[in-house]
């Protein structure tokens, strides 16, 4: 059950007014997505924040209850529905190391015979989709199904025009699509995954839906309900691998600042995860170069300097 607390009753109430107030201080929010036109006309002086505990106790500071593109924060649920499905065998497919790229690069993937770097990168987004594809038929109806029943919110759902926005603009996401059929590394058609692929990414949420989502990697695989989606050992791989890859070629400097485990996607949203501890999700739309955001970084870093809730 999800319960919303009033502002007087738990300390980190304190912490995110405090994040808040410095967030708005602070000049320089970096730009919107502007590749995918639906996200281009967002607000960068946007912002919100949650912090979730593990029993489903959500605090939350400024725009935290409203909807934001999810986009590639989606690569964590996908990764974990499908490990959850196939184990070890889907790590055949996908590596699990940094690639030091942008996100939607194609360089590695021809000397790397069509395997991408890891699930996170588009490349390897794309290879998880389509395994989850191949084995529930609908992996982005399992994906909204599963953010619903996490977070405990039935109304979140695709937005079709940023879906078909991206589908309109999608030619690099085919072209790695077509790539990697061509090495055997896509089992189905390249026209249905880019489908499930851009609906996935359209998921509406809002800080407080994704804090509570990814709450089963603070409880080391333990879903809302209490019934197990992973074991304790591939939650601490997927940990291990959003601490390495979840911020692409920025995931080092975001290691070095926040100290959490955490993915960004280009509609300004992050997910950060404490072990054994709480899960936050940040969200303010004005993005750096490497298409992580401004004022989620910024209030990651500050969060965890001020609690000293890091993996570290
Ligand atoms: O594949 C794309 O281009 C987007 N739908 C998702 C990219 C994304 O969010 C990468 N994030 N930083």
Not at 55 to 72: A, H, K, L, M, N
Not at 76 to 102: C, I, K, M, Q, Y
Not at 148 to 169: I, K, T, Y
Not at 238 to 266: E, H, I, Q
Request: charged content about 20%.
């Amino acid at each position: 059950m999800v319960i919303m607390t009033t502002a007087s009753s738990h300390s980190f109430e304190p912490v995110l007014a405090r994040i808040a107030e410095e967030i708005e201080r602070t000049p320089g929010r970096g730009r919107p997505a502007d590749y995918i036109p639906a996200l281009a006309a967002c607000d960068p002086r946007r912002f919100g924040m949650a912090v979730a505990e593990l029993d489903g106790t959500v605090y939350g500071v400024g725009d935290w209850r409203e909807p934001f593109s999810t986009q590639s924060i989606t690569k964590v649920f996908t990764l974990a529905l499908d490990l959850a499905r196939e184990g070890d065998a889907l790590w055949e497919h996908v590596g699990r190391e940094p690639s030091g790229n942008p996100f939607n690069s194609l360089v590695q993937l021809e000397y790397e015979n069509g395997i991408p770097r890891n699930p996170f990168i588009n490349a390897g987004a794309l290879v998880v989709t389509d395994r989850l594809q191949t084995r529930s038929s609908d992996a982005s109806g399992e994906l909204l199904a599963f953010l619903r029943a996490e977070s405990g919110n039935p109304a979140l759902d695709f937005d079709q025009d940023v879906a078909a926005s991206e589908s309109a603009h999608g030619d690099r996401n085919a072209a790695l699509a077509h790539f990697m059929a061509s090495y055997g590394n896509i089992d189905n058609p390249v026209p249905v995954l880019l489908d499930q692929y851009f609906r996935q990414c359209s998921v509406m949420a809002s800080c407080a839906d994704l804090a509570l989502a990814i709450g089963f990697l603070a409880r080391h695989g333990i879903r809302a309900d209490g019934d197990r989606l992973l074991s304790q050992s591939q939650a601490k791989q997927v940990n291990a691998v959003m601490l390495t890859c979840g911020t692409y070629d920025a995931a080092g400097d975001f290691a070095y600042r926040v100290g959490l485990p955490g993915k960004s996607g280009v509609g300004g949203g992050i997910i950060a995860v404490v072990p054994g501890r709480c899960t936050l999700c940040v969200w303010s739309p004005g993005l750096d170069e490497r298409g992580n955001s401004v004022a989620g970084v910024a209030a990651l870093d500050r969060f965890t300097t001020l609690t000293g809730l890091s993996v570290f």
